[in-house]
């Protein structure tokens, strides 16, 4: 009858495993391009977060001191 390379069943079947193997590589570069962006968007946070404290802390000094004078 058909042989493995023209049996069109055949021919359909591997297709679909192609383009479901390309819709899990997209997948995982998908998360895993969140899972960067997320760890890059965390520290710039901490380091947003540490300056943003320190001039809160100095204007806080600074006030103290325009009340004492």
Known sequence: MFS????PINAINDWLKQLAHNYVLIVIAAV??????????????KHYDKKLK????????????LKRH
């Open 4 to 7: 493995r390379e023209a049996n």
């Open 32 to 45: 895993l391009f969140f899972v960067v962006k997320a760890i890059i968007g965390y520290y710039t946070y």
């Open 54 to 65: 320190h001039i809160t802390d100095k204007v806080d000094r600074l006030l103290e001191e």
